[in-house]
C-alpha cells in the first residue's frame, strides 16, 4: 500500500483523525500550510481537498486570493500524484495553468481525477483540477503539469 493512504488509515478512525492527517500531509510542503488544506476523499488516482475562506487567504474584495486557490490545486494535484505513482516512480511540478471563472465567496473544495493516467508508460501527465464554491459553482479551474521519470537505482 502507498505510504500516504497507509497513513490515511493509521488515522482514520482516531479522533479528529482526518484533521491530523490533512495537516500531516500539509507539512510535506510548508508553503500548504498558508492555506490550511482538508482532506475530503483520498484515494489512488483521486483527490478531494478542501480550504475555509478565512481571513487569512483574502485578497483585497475580501474573496479567496487566487494564489491561495493555486495553492489548493496544487494540494490537491500533488496529493493526486503521491497516492498514485508507483514506487519506482517520481514526480516534480513543470507548470501550471489557470483559469479564474469566478469570485471565490465561499469555502472551497477542490477535485483531481488521475484515472486516465498509464503510470508505467507516461513522462508527464497533466492533473487537471476544479475548484468548486459552497453551491458547486465552480470557480477555479487548473491544469497541474508534472513531469514522471524513474527513480535512480541505488
Not at 474584495?61 to 491561495?68: D, E, N, R
Not at 516534480?92 to 469555502?107: F, W
Request: hydrophobic share 40%.
Amino acid at each position: 500500500m502507498n505510504r500516504v493512504l497507509a497513513l490515511q488509515e493509521k488515522f482514520k478512525n482516531k479522533p479528529f483523525g482526518n484533521v491530523l492527517f490533512s495537516k500531516i500531509l500539509a507539512r510535506m510542503a510548508p508553503y500548504f500550510q498558508t492555506i490550511d488544506p482538508r482532506i475530503v476523499e483520498l484515494k489512488h488516482n483521486y483527490v478531494k481537498a478542501s480550504m475555509k475562506k478565512r481571513r487569512k487567504v483574502h485578497n483585497h474584495l475580501k474573496t479567496v486570493h487566487a494564489i491561495a486557490s493555486c495553492n489548493l490545486c496544487e494540494f490537491a494535484a500533488g496529493m493526486a500524484m503521491e497516492t498514485s505513482i508507483p514506487k519506482h516512480r517520481r514526480w516534480i511540478p513543470t507548470g501550471m495553468e489557470v483559469s479564474y471563472l469566478k469570485k471565490a465567496k465561499t469555502n472551497l473544495t477542490a477535485v483531481c481525477d488521475l484515472n486516465f493516467v498509464d503510470w508505467d508508460n507516461c513522462t508527464s501527465v497533466p492533473c487537471p483540477v476544479s475548484v468548486y464554491d459552497e453551491d458547486q459553482n465552480e470557480v477555479v479551474k487548473a491544469t497541474i503539469h508534472m513531469k514522471v521519470s524513474d527513480k535512480p537505482k541505488k
